[in-house]
């Protein structure tokens, strides 16, 4: 046995995030740690981390009783930990950020960059990433930047790895190497707990499973004993279907059509047209331009070519300003730094986009504000204590729910969500999902972008394949997965 927690207790404040955390892991094994955002589950994992102390309970390690006060107290017995927000320094590059703490010397203390960008180029070209160790973080995607943070964690050598969310933001053949590193680590003695929503990659990498709900372990098994609905039951307390499809809407005028847009270097002629009461999928392999194509779509990015007419009408996006007065949404990838204000209230953030509907004389209503705000949180069911809570102090799922609400309380037309359901739970995708097809049914023109194929087959009427920066090609959303792996990969 590595580590054993029993009783572990944690407030912020007045906010109780753990009230009873257990766990045990063996050396050698993976265990699951599985629960619905704000479950405690990432909580619990920053004690084990010496990120937090904890105010009640037990941690052991190797039977020993111990208290990690700070992160460096448990990397030096061997805990590391892969987080879902990269904490990675974004003005430094790749191999620096791998070694970080650890930079190889020369003599008299000098940095020897030579060996600590060979070590770097080693490590990457060992497991195949699309990485650069000369690169600088703060260029990558936020894909690119948790390989960066696997290769750290790996390359400390140590006794347990913990893995929370590592593959959110990964395609499918990174999070196949992401299982065959777990698997190579586990055969040497490591042990690993590993934190993931996507329920379809369980059976591929875990041993047993322990589930965390309302800050507290409700159940403890070995995987095998679960049945996946047993499993969403034990997470959210209730059953969720988790295969519901978006119903058939008859699709109604054209709300966007894009042609021969282009940006440098990519996307490149991309043609596309979406109807009133439309999901349409956008699915491709990192690094085709999906992304790129929402950020174009939204003024992010100065187009080199292109014509975008939103209901109609011919419209002209150089910048985010312009694309909000066309009606365009974007729910971004990264909503931690692009989607929400994290330090300003819930109330603010909802009201964010459309200032004017709670002003008066140019002078913000405080009283309207948190009205609209509370019906929000009514409406797609936030958790929250009340419209005065930062955002920022909100679960994943709950922060993405803040995202949406901000354009709907713009009266936004077409919709861009760039992984939507990146980092959430089971029942939060589901409220989101539905809170498409609500969309959907009032008439907006919806494009998603998802890594996860699965989702795409459930929530998109048709699906477009994106592959070098161009449309590949369009399949119905009754299509499968490898279908579209064969258009996104040219086979």
Known sequence: MLLRLRGIQKRFGGITALRDGSLDVEAGKVHLLMGENGAGKSTLMKMVAGMLTPDAGEISWKGQPVVFAKPREASEVGVAMVHQESLLAPHLTVAE??????????????????????????????????????????????????????????????????????????????????????????????????????????????????????????????????????????????????????????????????????????????????????????????????????????????????????????????????AVAAGIALIPEDRQRAGLARALPIGHNVTLADLGRVSRYGFLQHDAEQALARDYIAKLRIRAESPAQLAGRLSGGNQQKVVISKWLARGARVFLFDEPTRGIDVGAKAEVFETMNELARSGAAILIVSSELPELLQIAGRILVMRDGEIAGELPGHTTQEQIMQVATRQ
């Open 97 to 322: 950020n791998i070694f970080l703490g650890r930079i190889p010397e020369r003599q008299f203390g000098l940095i020897d960059r030579r060996r600590m960008f060979t070590l770097a180029e080693a490590l990457i070209e060992a497991h195949g990433f699309p990485l650069r160790a000369a690169a600088r973080v703060d260029t990558l995607s936020p894909a690119g930047k948790q390989l960066v943070e696997i290769c750290r964690a790996v390359e400390q050598g140590s006794s347990l790895l913990i893995f929370d969310e590592p593959t959110s933001s990964l395609s499918d053949s990174e999070t196949t190497e992401v299982f065959r590193i777990v698997k190579t680590l586990t055969e040497r003695g490591t042990g690993v707990i590993y934190i993931t929503h996507r329920l379809e990659e369980l059976r591929s990498i875990g041993d047993r499973v322990t589930i965390l709900r309302d800050g507290v372990t409700v159940h403890t098994c070995p995987l095998a004993d679960l049945s996946r609905d047993e499993l969403v039951r034990h997470m959210v307390g209730r059953s969720v279907d988790t295969t519901a499809r978006c119903g058939p809407v008859a699709p109604g005028k054209e709300l966007l059509r894009v042609e021969n847009l282009a940006r440098h270097p990519i996307p490149r002629g991309v043609n596309l047209s979406i109807r009133a009461g439309e999901i349409v999928g956008l699915a491709g392999l990192i690094g085709a331009g999906r992304t790129e194509l929402c950020r174009a779509l939204f003024g992010l990015d100065p187009l080199v070519s292109g014509e975008i007419t939103v209901d109609g009408k011919a419209v002209r996006i150089r910048s985010p300003r312009d």
